[in-house]
């Protein structure tokens, strides 16, 4: 990217200064730590230069956005054309208290849906079910009929905003409802639009919210890519996730590495079933982690994106639209506090500003009460104001990947990119994505790094405002959600009424024929449809694929 | 006499977000402790049978979810019933602080919530150890 | 402790893990607890399982047991893992593998650290066989560390000994090639679907051939894989085989012996080493030896005579 007498010329001329000037520096006011490390603990120098940079080619590897490799972003025209989505996360208690949530956010300007389930509907698992105890709506929204979607989505117009739903064992399911009440609502299939969350290695790797063990659950996820391919074009029938990977604690090129190397897995099985990847690979999307580290966090989007062009374009992929890495980032959970939580909106606004500078499709701002509790109104509209406040007024909108060609940002893009390749090859001699989950090794990635991080912040070698450093010892002062106490009671009853008022024997038989075709070779998809129709639970939906496919246990790995 | 502190680290109910029972575990090990750690969906009869035959001196109990009102006073009813009262209880995760006072009461004897340090769980335990 | 004892004979699982405890702590409460269930034991068949990390034990062992549990039979199991030597403590985690086995009153699961103890297994574990067997568990599993190369202690205490190995784990067998090779009674290749599981069996078939060629039972070889329930049935098969064989020939006995005189060793050398480092005559004694023996004021046999007279005396 530059001429090779000048880069020659900067390159002494920093060795010179080096000697000199910032020796000098140095020597009488030493720099504030020995090493400086990002959060993948990569050396940070104290400066980039063009040299660090120099084997780029600018029209290679930088490129022009909307076009390969996409690394200064998919559209040409970015947040000049359309800002990002602003879809904050949300669900809690019964489906009546999160559709006035839903409500209240689109009033305060959000443009998409996201919707949070409770732990038993992620296990998908009726409120009734005895292992849902004490778990009803306190994480999520509970939905465990086609009824409650109805009530979830009363009177909000999903012909018109799309909804990403966090829902992974029994996405397909889930999935079905919301077309179940689309279809009830003479809304098209070809109208609706949103995303399933759907990614069920990140769970045995991350999450931890799987049913099925790997091989039938990747054969419901390509059901779902096929079905949606075909009959519901404007879903994204995934969401490749590495958010939990990081809240689970692992670095930012683990969680680069791991997210893009379970994508690729997604791609080969949906090739194994004789999908054409034109096909299916325009709706797969993915979903980051937007962490404390600033730039590092800018440099692993744009890595992210010019490496799953890529790599796509390996796979075989012939359309544009094939090679376009999507994403939606959430800020990162775990880097907020319980204490000082109003400190946590600053975090927030760092870390939303990395995502947008890094292109993110869509964004979610935490909420301040993050380590609290669910976020109450207040908290959840001035998240929503920080993205507006970024889009709006900072004028980082007015120019598409404002921090290409930084010599920082693209040296730290590249080496990225190198580290995500070394962990592929590990993951490679170990047999592939699904043998290294079960030898544990992505587990034991985490498991080590989190480990590492904590000792770091118990020693002081990090920092965390209001934990180690600047503490202050004083009651919290924020208003907590409240949910409905008779909440749960309340759909304990509509359950019991659902199951006494449907037409049983409709029921029995879709479930049935559920089970026929789990137990041959055919495409779930339609089967779960007609058993969502007929009011079946998802607890009764699941059980036939529990009954069919076992259930999943987890290596031990810590 | 070579007694060792025994710990079981249990995650109650279907929150899966192990990454503080993990991270606490083995600081606990490194401090000296014998750690079990029960893994995921463990029910309160699950928790109170490992217990038992473990012989722990700690029960530490993680949630993320919401659910410790009815989850950790589970375990504690469950463990006072089968006589281990002199075990100690404590819990960690995403716990309001105004839920504390009625965990304390039912038994709970130490919470600690997101920040904590290791070392003050570490030390909280070596200090209120019942035996 | 009169109670205690009985409350243990009686199978209450309170009192075997406070027993346990006892006994692990050295404490001299549990002696007397001990002596009165010592006349009790004796019926539980031991089984000791050992081979690397990673070659599922655990699992293997939570399958064997509920197969035991199809035939009515009640069982301890002693899972040890590693006591780290920095710090002292110890993360056990084979319970977490055997979560089938929860809610079962009849399966007894205790997790043990090594304590600075080498062999695989930790000094205790003779008294915690017996309180097992002594509170009517038919069958006593011990599941050692798996280290390879310093396994051999699990013969002493078992009757029927388990080497578990895998294929693709490179040098499994060669670990195995010193002493532990000759200890196992049956051998298990376990994670059989993995690749190159022909020539693992084969390879530990002909070091079996070679060991086994001047005596009158052939180890048998068998493959497994424990996560899918596979050759299990098979392999407790082969236990109660060598169960009859033992019982057939005098090598019940002789192994009884074996694991006794191993026993009283233990037991010896811990109240020795006890007594010497403990009682604060010796106790300084043994430092000051110790700094001489540096300053090359004496040399270590005759500073251990020194001690051992003293004993004597």
């Known amino acids: ?558 | 006499m070579d007694r060792k502190i025994r710990v079981l680290v249990a995650k109650p109910g279907l929150d899966g977000h192990d990454r503080g029972a993990k991270v606490v575990a083995r600081a606990l090990r490194d401090a000296g402790m014998e750690v079990i750690y029960t893994g995921l969906h463990q029910t309160a009869e699950m928790i109170v049978e490992a217990s038992i035959q473990e012989d722990v001196d700690v029960v530490g109990l993680s949630l993320l979810s919401g659910a410790h009102m009815t989850l950790f006073i589970d375990v504690a009813k469950l463990l006072k019933k089968k006589g281990m009262s002199d075990v100690l209880i404590v819990g960690g995760g995403i716990i309001p602080e105004e839920d504390i006072p009625k965990l304390k009461k039912a038994g709970i004897d130490g919470v600690f919530g997101p920040g904590t340090p290791c070392d003050e769980i570490i030390d909280f335990i070596k200090n209120n150890v019942k035996r | ?313």
């Open chain 3, 1 to 313: 402790m009169k109670d205690l004892a009985e409350n243990v004979l009686k199978g209450d699982p309170r009192s075997i893990a406070r027993l346990i405890t006892l006994s692990e702590n050295n404490d001299n409460i549990s002696i007397k607890a001990m002596k009165k269930i010592h006349p009790h034991t004796g019926k539980a068949h031991v089984i000791g399982i050992t081979g690397v990390m990673g070659s599922g034990k655990s699992t293997l062992i939570c399958e064997l047991t509920q197969l035991f549990r199809k035939q009515g039979k009640s069982v301890g199991i002693i899972a040890i893992d590693p006591t780290s030597p920095f710090s002292g403590g110890a993360l056990l985690g084979d319970r977490i593998r055997m979560q089938r086995l929860a809610m079962d009153d009849e399966v007894f699961i205790r997790s043990m650290g090594t304590r600075g103890m080498l062999g695989g297994l930790t000094s205790a574990v003779y008294d915690v066989v017996e309180i097992l067997d002594a509170s009517g568990k038919d069958v006593v599993i011990v599941e050692t560390v798996g280290v390879g190369q310093a396994e051999v202690d699990i013969i002493k205490i078992a009757d029927t000994t388990l080497v578990v190995v895998v294929p693709g784990l490179g040098d499994s067998i060669q670990t195995l090639k010193a002493g532990v090779m000759e200890i196992a009674d049956i051998y298990v290749v376990n994670k059989a679907d993995r690749k190159g599981v022909n020539q693992t069996v084969a390879e530990v078939e002909s070091l079996v051939d070679i060991s086994c060629s001047e005596k009158d039972r052939k180890t048998p070889v068998i493959s497994t894989i424990a996560k899918d329930s596979k050759g299990i049935d098979n392999l407790l098969d082969l236990i109660e085989d060598h169960q009859k064989y033992l019982h057939k020939t005098d090598l019940f006995e002789k192994q009884r012996l074996l694991r006794y005189e191993a026993e009283l060793v233990e037991i010896i050398r811990k109240k020795l080493m006890n007594f010497i480092f403990d009682e604060k005559q010796f106790k300084d004694k043994v430092e000051d030896l110790i700094n001489k023996i540096s300053k090359k004021q004496i040399d270590p046999h005759s500073a251990a005579d020194e001690i051992l007279k003293k004993i004597i005396k």
């Open chain 1, 1 to 558: 990217m530059f001429d090779e007498k000048e880069i020659k010329k900067i390159k002494n001329h920093k060795e010179k200064w080096e000697n000199s000037s910032y020796k000098k520096l140095i020597k009488k006011h030493p720099e504030r730590k020995e090493k400086f490390e990002n959060l993948s603990w990569n050396e940070i120098k104290n400066l980039y230069t063009p040299d660090d940079i120099k084997h780029l080619d600018y029209l290679k590897d930088l490129g022009f956005p909307g076009e390969f490799p996409f690394l200064r972003g998919i559209h040409a025209t970015k947040y000049r054309g359309r800002l990002w989505t602003m879809r904050q996360f949300a669900g809690f208690g019964s489906a009546e208290e999160t559709n006035q949530r839903y409500k209240y956010l689109l009033e305060h300007g959000e443009t998409g849906l996201s919707v949070a389930f409770d732990y038993p509907t992620l296990y998908g698992h009726d409120t009734d079910h005895p292992l849902a105890r004490g778990e009803f709506g306190k994480c999520g929204v509970a939905v465990s009929s086609l009824k409650d979607m109805e009530i979830l989505f009363s009177e909000i117009p999903i012909d018109k905003v799309t909804t990403s739903m966090t829902i992974n064992g029994p996405a397909a399911v889930v999935w079905a409802f919301y077309i179940a009440n689309a279809d009830n609502r003479n809304i098209p299939k070809n109208v609706i639009g949103g995303t399933i969350q759907n990614d069920i290695l990140k769970e045995y790797i991350a999450q931890k919210s799987w049913i099925f063990p790997p091989e039938p659950s990747m054969r419901l996820i390509v059901d779902t890519f096929e079905y949606g391919s075909k009959y519901v074009p404007r879903w994204n029938t995934i969401s490749i996730s590495g958010y939990h990977i990081r809240e689970a604690g692992s670095t930012a090129v683990q969680e680069l590495a791991f997210t893009l190397g379970d994508g690729l897995e997604y791609v080969r099985w949906a090739k194994k079933r004789g999908l054409k990847i034109d096909d299916f690979a325009p709706r797969l999307s993915f979903f980051f982690n937007a962490h404390n580290d600033f730039f590092e966090e800018i440099a692993k989007y744009r890595a992210a994106r010019r490496i799953w062009a890529r790599e796509m374009k390996k796979m075989g992929a012939k359309k544009d639209r094939s090679l376009l890495m999507r994403f939606h980032t959430q800020t990162a959970g775990c880097s907020l506090t319980a204490q000082q939580p109003e400190i946590n909106i600053v975090r927030v606004t760092i870390q939303a500003l990395a995502a947008v500078l890094g292109g993110t499709q869509s964004l979610h701002t935490n909420s301040m009460d993050e380590a609290l509790a669910l976020p109450s109104e207040k908290a959840v509209r001035i998240a929503l104001r920080t993205q507006q406040i970024i889009a709006e007024e900072s004028g980082v909108t007015n120019t598409v990947d404002p921090l290409g060609g930084s010599y920082y940002i693209e040296w730290l893009t590249d080496k990225m990119e190198e580290e995500t390749y070394d962990y592929w090859d590990k993951v490679e001699r170990l047999g592939g994505v699904i043998p290294a989950i079960e030898k544990g090794f992505y587990q034991r990635e985490i498991a080590e790094a989190s480990y590492k991080y904590q000792r770091e912040i118990d020693e002081k070698k990090r920092i965390f405002v209001g934990v180690n450093e600047y503490e202050l010892d004083e009651p919290i002062d924020i208003p907590i959600l409240k949910m409905d106490e008779k909440g749960e009671e309340r759909q304990i009853k509509r359950l019991k009424k659902l199951r006494k008022n449907r037409n049983n024997q409709k029921v029995e038989r879709t479930i049935k024929n559920l089970r026929k075709a789990a137990e041959k070779d055919e495409n779930m998809m339609p089967y779960i449809l007609d058993c969502v129709h007929s009011y079946a639970t998802l607890g009764e939906t699941c059980q036939v694929l529990r009954d069919v496919f076992g259930e999943y246990v987890e290596p031990a790995i810590y």
